[in-house]
């Protein structure tokens, strides 16, 4: 298909562009190392005091974590440029470009950009899944191991669905990226055990801002706790919804109130 | 081929009031306020037309071509490029439009320039015939070829002009539309781009669409003018009839001890005998003559002010629209 | 110091300018405090102690939620608004202009640390302190000189970290990283007294703790006098020392830029 050619295009130039800066994305890599550590360390610093956070042990929260960051790394590198779209383009004018070209304007703006930094979650994500799952002595059928792609690229959706949301936004304030950055605050905490949190936060983090769906619902299954039944369909059809809302109303509504109101 | 009838555009603002205590108010309270950028306007564009639209800051230039290339839907009345409606159908619209902005590229700032050109082929589907033929062509005309493996954000601001007009032109669009293209560009490269316009122009018959503030640009380039004032389009006919009428103009401003309306008044006598379209004002503390130069010379003009009063400055400069525009109200044109 | 004004109010009337960017912001960082109370309840519910690391859960509560205050103080805009500078040249412009850069910048995020205060410290210890409880009025006046060093020390250190800029193209990756670390080291995250001994005596080496736990500490009244004003001497030793880099690291930037351009 055409847009699969114009894809690859952008790629191309890319990894060019990535040669020549390759110091700034080991760079890039290493500071998302630091994150993941710091969360780590975090998590373990909690459990040196208690046996277990409301029914779920050390390793079990591992597991969460691990998965919750492989849907984000991969959101992460390929839709880095909704961030810009939040922070900069609509306020500098620059968002017009995307707008005359013949080519749908979201697409454009999202295979415009790539980054390999975000290689650095997904592998901390991958190896400590690994570990946690090594350590709770988990087995998988392959039936399981298909339907945890599902669930991470569900994941994934959910993961650009809020961020286009969030960004969105900008097509009406000029600008959100305030907004969207602690939108993804949240998403920091919600490889947690939904249990612990009020109800108000737990419907947040399900239904409004569905960073649950992501890690810790899923999750739940796959340790043999499963949270909701049909665990992972639910996940694929709250995926569905949000991008729908996301790209159908949210985007093009945007879009809409951009072209009446300019820049 | 472009159609453009009875289209107005109002924005709405919001009224802040200035100052640390407005901040504070504009959190509680905001007036609403609506500008009507575009009043009304029609016209209607033929295949091939080089058309110069030039109106002072605000007065709706980029409001229109927006409205035209489809970024902006106007608040009412009707624009059909090519049988579309632009902001109903954007993308098929931009298939057949290029588009240069003076201030802002549309090209990748930190690929090397013959990278946007392979990525523009693929957005725009060029077939590789055409586009070769195409980018030969343009790559010769607006002499690329020395920095074309530069990286964007490297180049000067002619080199990017050239090379912005060139992406606009590789997928053989019907229509350009070029948004102060020569703005901050020094006089030879001005040239040359004005050059290739034209070509581009005569060879393809590519529909041009210029805004501007530069009346040289217009001189050379364009056969058509637009001028728009205030929402409102104030004069739409050929550049003779501009050149005929203003083309020749100058400007003194003299600087002269004690200025006062006697100043103004006698020279207004003086010139009321040999050029009957002179206008004579006093702005920003100097008494400015505005002349057609190929009726009187600037030396009558010169040598009767040192005469009769005591000037201690002067300068000359050619017209600028401001001037024209202000003669339009004041004087009409026919 | 009184030509510094207008940057602060500019400041402030930017941020009044967009007040629902501002509310959405704090909405937001109200709701990241919540999960952070949620799972410190659990944690003092599952076991059987009362009282953790010194931290009763009402202490702990209250470390909580000035932590997100002092953090939101300290994490304002000065790395990015540095690196915009440099990225885009302006520097430059700011070499020319009478002013001192480092002051101009100070000033220019005191009016954010300045909001900040107001719409959320203010309340926040005022109710700490009459309605929940936790801390004296004596302990809120300590806590604001030590906030105010602590605000400076952050400032340092973030300036030194915009300076980065003149090295790296894109900051934004590395700056995650950065306040991902700061924000555990300085005991934003979780009080550094959960550390392990060992690691705690860490912490007196780096400035991090002078930002945030030093003075949440302060106004918990969990030191007594002698312990107080080695915090203070603390603080004011990584003003001196982290000051002594910033002016070190400037002057070489400047001569590199006005020997090299831009």
Not at chain 1, 63 to 77: A, E, K, T, V, W
Not at chain 2, 244 to 264: A, C, S, T, V
Not at chain 3, 200 to 219: R, T
Request: with cysteine; charged share 20%; proline share 3%.
């Amino acid at each position: 298909m055409r847009h699969f050619r114009i894809y690859k295009v952008f790629m191309k130039q890319y990894l060019k562009t990535l040669m020549e800066y390759r110091t700034d994305f080991l760079i890039g890599m290493l500071s998302f190392f630091v994150l993941q550590a710091s969360n780590l360390i975090f998590i373990s610093l909690i459990f040196s005091r208690i046996p277990h956070l409301n029914g779920w042990t050390y390793h079990e929260v591992l597991f969460i974590y691990g998965l919750s960051q492989i849907p984000r790394g991969i959101d992460h590198l390929f839709t880095d440029n909704l961030w810009l779209l939040a922070g900069s383009y609509v306020k500098s004018g620059q968002f017009d470009k995307y707008l005359l070209r013949p080519i749908n304007p979201l697409f454009h703006l999202i295979a415009e950009r790539f980054q390999p930094d975000a290689f650095g979650e997904i592998i901390i994500g991958v190896s400590i899944f690994a570990y946690a799952y090594g350590q709770l002595g988990l087995s998988f059928t392959v039936i399981q191991w298909g339907l945890l792609v599902i669930a991470i690229l569900a994941g994934v959706l959910i993961y650009t669905s809020i961020k286009l949301i969030g960004a969105s936004i900008a097509l009406w304030t000029k600008k959100s990226q305030q907004f969207l950055f602690i939108v993804y605050q949240l998403s920091d905490f919600s490889s947690y055990p939904l249990s612990i949190f009020s109800t108000f936060i737990k419907t947040i983090l399900t239904f409004v801002i569905p960073f649950g769906f992501v890690a810790f619902i899923p999750a739940s299954y796959f340790i043999g706790k499963p949270v909701y039944p049909l665990t992972i369909l639910w996940g694929v059809i709250v995926a569905l919804v949000f991008w729908t809302f996301g790209y159908q109303v949210v985007w093009k509504s945007g879009l809409k109130a951009y072209e009446s109101t300019g820049n | 081929m472009i159609k453009v009838k009875n289209v107005s555009k109002t924005f709405k603002i919001y009224k802040k009031d200035s100052g640390f205590k407005g901040a504070v108010k504009g959190l509680f309270k905001r007036e609403k306020d609506y500008i009507e950028a575009v009043k009304d306007i029609s016209f209607e564009i033929k295949k091939g037309e080089i058309i110069g639209y030039i109106g002072a800051n605000g007065a709706g230039k980029s409001t229109t071509i927006k409205m035209m290339t489809g970024v902006l839907t106007p608040s009412s009345g009707l624009i059909e490029v090519n049988g579309l409606i632009p902001h109903d159908n954007r993308i098929e619209n931009a298939k057949h439009i290029g588009v240069v902005f003076g201030q802002r590229t549309q090209l990748w700032w930190d690929l090397p320039l013959e990278e946007t050109f392979s990525i523009l082929k693929e957005i725009y589907n060029v077939e590789d015939q055409a586009f070769k033929e195409r980018y030969d062509y343009l790559i010769e005309l607006l002499e690329i070829e020395p920095f074309i493996k530069q990286p964007v954000r490297t180049l000067s601001l002619g080199q990017r002009m050239r090379a912005d007009l060139a992406a606009s032109m590789l997928h053989s669009p019907e229509i350009l539309y070029l948004d102060e293209p020569t703005i901050g560009l020094d006089v030879m490269v001005k040239e040359r781009i004005r050059k290739a316009i034209k070509e581009l122009n005569e060879k393809f018959q590519v529909t041009v669409i210029l805004t501007t503030h530069d009346m040289s640009d217009i001189q050379e380039m364009a056969s058509r003018i637009m001028i728009i004032e205030k929402g409102e389009i104030i004069y739409d006919g050929s550049k003779e009839m501009i050149n005929q009428k203003f083309g020749n103009n100058r400007r003194l401003d003299l600087k002269i001890e004690d200025l006062d309306e006697e100043h103004m008044k006698m020279m207004q006598d003086f010139l009321r005998e040999q050029d009957k379209s002179a206008y004579v004002c006093i702005e920003d503390n100097a008494l400015s003559v505005t002349f057609n130069q190929d009726v009187l010379s600037v030396s009558v003009i010169i040598s009767f002010a040192m005469a009769n009063f005591k000037v201690f400055d002067f300068s000359l400069k050619d017209q600028n629209i401001e001037d024209i525009v202000k003669k339009l109200y004041t004087g009409g044109v026919s | 110091m009184r030509t510094y004004f207008p940057f602060t109010k500019a400041t402030i009337q930017e941020i009044l300018a967009y007040p629902g960017e501002s509310f959405l912001y704090i909405f937001g960082m109200t709701i990241g405090m919540f999960v952070v109370y949620y799972i410190w309840k659990v944690i003092y519910t599952t076991g059987s102690n009362t009282v953790l690391e010194g931290f009763t859960l009402q202490e702990m509560i209250a470390y909580i939620v000035l932590s997100f205050g002092v953090m939101q103080a300290i994490n304002n805009g000065t790395v990015w608004n540095i690196a915009m500078d440099i990225r885009e040249g302006t520097i430059i412009m700011n070499l020319i202009k009478p002013i001192n850069y480092h002051l101009r910048v100070f000033f220019q995020e005191m009016g954010y640390v300045l909001f900040i205060c107001s719409i959320v410290l203010v309340p926040v210890i005022l109710g700490l302190v009459f309605l929940f409880k936790t801390g004296t009025i004596v302990s809120m006046l300590l806590f604001i000189i030590s906030l105010f060093l602590g605000v400076v020390v952050g400032f340092l250190f973030d300036f030194l970290f915009g300076m980065l800029a003149f090295y790296i193209k894109n900051l934004w990756g590395i700056g995650f990283g950065k306040n991902a670390l700061v924000r555990l080291l300085s005991g934003a995250l979780i009080p550094l007294a959960f550390f392990p001994d060992v690691v705690q005596k860490v912490f007196d080496f780096l400035p991090f703790k002078a930002m945030v736990y030093a003075p949440i500490m302060i106004f918990l009244g969990k030191y007594n006098a002698n312990e107080l004003v080695g915090i203070y001497l603390n603080q004011l030793f990584w003003i001196l020392l982290l000051g002594l880099f910033n002016y070190l690291s400037w002057k070489k930037a400047v001569t590199k830029l006005t020997v090299q351009g831009g």
